[in-house]
């Protein structure tokens, strides 16, 4: 990865804070952003040398060209995306609202669009064969009870990952996606109330439940995901594009 530089968003907390660190780790240059900009330049401080940090707002075009361009201006231009950025809240389906549904679109399957079509004219503008990793989930797999709208937005992110992954092919630029399971973050912890709240069971045995869903036996980590980014990212997975690869500890096996 010593040649790369890779922009990831959403990277001030969770998956995308190991991301960066897992590129990092590896010799690339790190681009860290998100909307949370002070949470942004931390994790970027974390790191010390080859890291930088800029508020990127993934639902505002005008926001992703700025931060592709000031990267690049700093750094050169960017050669990897992590689309990461993502949101959710967890209600029955009956009672969505026209807002839960907009603010789970607009974040995670807007916000990957945007931000690969920027990425994409970036790579074609510089001829980089570069490669994009985008953050789904086991719910763009399977239906998530009480997160209807979210894993709608999820199963949006595949289809837009093998479309354009398909269309960008023969520029060498390979779009793949990463699919997680429970995964241990500031985004399960805020699930975990919402759904003992569902069910009328406590945040601790939600947690459990999901450990005894998952065949490895134990919560996910953030870091378990991101050394699949990496990979798939990588000159290893050369000959792969247009995949949706589950990250569950076997939650999910198809
Ligand atoms: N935690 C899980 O169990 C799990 C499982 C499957 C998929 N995922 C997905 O993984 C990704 C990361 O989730 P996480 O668990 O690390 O969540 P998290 O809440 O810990 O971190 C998400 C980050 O995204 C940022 N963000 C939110 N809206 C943004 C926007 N509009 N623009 C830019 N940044 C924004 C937040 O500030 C935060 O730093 C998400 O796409 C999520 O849907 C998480």
Same mark, same amino acid.
């Given at each position: ?7 990831? *968003? ?8 190991? !991301?960066?660190?897992? +590129? ?8 860290? *952003? ?27 075009? =005008?926001?992703?060209?700025?931060? +592709? ?9 960017? !050669? ?7 949101v959710s809240n967890l209600k029955r389906a009956v009672d ?16 990957? +669009?945007?931000?690969?079509? *920027?990425?994409? =004219?970036? +790579? ?26 979210? !894993?709608? !937005? ?37 699930e975990l109330i919402w759904e003992a709240e569902l069910t ?20 996910e980590t953030p870091e378990d995901v991101a050394d699949v ?26």
């Amino acid at each position: 990865m010593n040649d790369q530089i890779v922009l990831i *968003t959403g990277a001030a907390n969770g998956i995308g804070r190991a !991301s960066a660190h897992a +590129f990092h780790g590896k010799g690339a240059q790190v681009v860290v *952003t998100d909307m949370d900009e002070e949470g942004a330049r931390a994790v970027a401080r974390e790191m010390g040398e080859r890291a930088l940090a800029y508020r990127l707002d993934v639902t505002d075009r =005008r926001s992703i060209e700025a931060a +592709f361009a000031a990267a690049e201006a700093a750094m050169g231009p960017v !050669s990897i995306l992590h689309a990461n950025a993502g949101v959710s809240n967890l209600k029955r389906a009956v009672d969505l609202d026209e807002e839960d549904w907009d603010f789970n679109f607009n974040v995670n399957a807007k916000g990957v +669009f945007l931000t690969n079509q *920027t990425a994409v =004219r970036h +790579f074609q503008k510089h001829k980089i064969a570069g490669a994009i990793v985008n953050t789904a989930s086991l719910a763009a797999k399977v239906g998530a009870p009480f997160l209807a709208h979210y !894993s709608a !937005s999820k199963f949006a992110v595949l289809g837009w990952t093998q479309a354009l992954a398909r269309e960008v092919a023969p520029q060498g630029i390979r779009v793949n996606a990463v699919c997680p399971g429970f995964v241990q973050t500031a985004m399960q912890d805020r699930e975990l109330i919402w759904e003992a709240e569902l069910t009328g069971s406590t945040p601790e045995a939600v947690r459990q439940s999901y450990i005894d869903q998952t065949p490895l036996g134990r919560l996910e980590t953030p870091e378990d995901v991101a050394d699949v980014v990496v990979f798939l990212a990588s000159d290893a997975a050369r000959f792969m594009t247009g995949q949706g690869v589950n990250v569950t500890g076997g939650v999910y096996m198809t």
